[in-house]
């Protein structure tokens, strides 16, 4: 390119493309607007104001022949609209089962008396082996608790939160 940029004919043919397409451009503005092609005053329309005569084929101003546009429906969707997958909403429909379980866990402090561990959950006193809803408090260390559910065991760290929701159809511990 840098071979082509230093011969004087390349940049000429350069120079008159670029005029010519200025001059379209210059040209194309000059002319009226094509967006009220085929949109027309019609017999529908608003009445004429007192004074006006309404021609038909007359063009109309943008905001009119904005409103007048049809856009359909057929075929378009938005892409950032969430999907909703038919299966799922027809499994739904057929069941009406009854709804999950949530156990919910808080662990606000953690404190040894006694060689025993005891740990605020929910505002509750509890210590090793309690259970809180389908929780079980496996075992607590200074730093957390471990328990165990259905789906097998977490640990909560002091001032963490937990949350395991149930199905119904999924027996308790």
């Not at 379209?24 to 104001?49: D, K, L």
């Not at 402090?109 to 006694?114: P, R």
Request: glycine residues 8%; neutral net charge; charged residues 20%.
């Amino acid at each position: 390119m840098k071979k082509l940029l230093n011969k004087p004919w390349f940049v000429a043919v350069l120079a008159l493309a670029a005029i010519a397409f200025v001059g379209n451009a210059v040209y194309q503005g000059n002319r009226t607007p094509a967006y009220g092609s085929g949109v027309t005053a019609s017999a529908e329309s608003a009445a004429p104001a007192d004074g006006e005569v309404a021609v038909e084929g007359e063009r109309l101003p943008v905001r009119e022949a904005l409103k007048a546009l049809v856009i359909p429906k057929s075929g378009l969707r938005d892409p950032f609209a969430p999907r909703v997958r038919e299966e799922a909403t027809v499994v739904a429909a057929d069941k009406p089962g009854a709804p999950d379980f949530v156990d919910t866990m808080h662990l606000s402090a953690l404190w040894t008396q006694s060689g025993a561990t005891f740990t605020l959950i929910n505002d509750h006193i509890c210590q090793v082996g309690d259970q809180i809803g389908r929780l079980k408090i496996e075992s607590a260390t200074q730093e957390g608790v471990w328990v165990s559910h259905w789906k097998g065991r977490n640990f909560i760290s002091l001032g963490g939160d937990f949350v395991l929701k149930t199905p119904a159809t999924v027996s308790a511990l």
